[in-house]
């Protein structure tokens, strides 16, 4: 039973950080694309970044590239969604999800593989 637990969301001023987590249980770790997406109230939700627990599939949305890095600790069966420069645009619920299956190629197609998903985080910048 695949289980996604999301922590680190929180409040900040515009321009400061925050860095996601999302620890993956259930499956074996290294078959994982995980996805992060986010959706501001009253609006679609995005995928904003994805990586496959192999370490390949890195991919951004134009919207945070250069500003946000997916990254993984292996030893702690966690994926990472470092934010920098956030702006008041950046507030949304953030989420991960995860597919057992390879990373697709464009990051608009993230989320027809994403099976699983995590309860959500809240992040707020003002």
């Known amino acids: 039973h695949v289980q996604l637990v999301e922590s680190g969301g929180g409040s900040v001023q515009a321009g400061g950080s925050l860095t996601l987590s999302c620890e993956i249980s259930?499956?074996?770790?290294?078959?994982?694309?995980v996805g992060w997406f986010r959706q501001p109230p009253g609006k679609k939700r995005e995928g904003i970044a994805s990586?496959?627990?192999?370490?390949?599939?890195?991919l951004y949305a134009d919207s945070v590239k250069g500003r946000f890095t997916v990254s993984q600790d292996t030893g702690k069966n966690m994926i990472k969604l470092r934010m920098d420069s956030l702006e008041v645009d950046d507030s949304a619920m953030y989420y991960c999800a995860a597919g057992i299956t390879r990373c697709v190629s464009t990051i608009n197609a993230l989320a027809v593989i994403m099976h699983y998903w995590g309860q959500g985080t809240q992040v707020t910048v003002s």
């Open positions: 259930g499956h074996p770790y290294d078959e994982f694309c």
């Open positions: 990586i496959h627990t192999s370490g390949d599939g890195i």
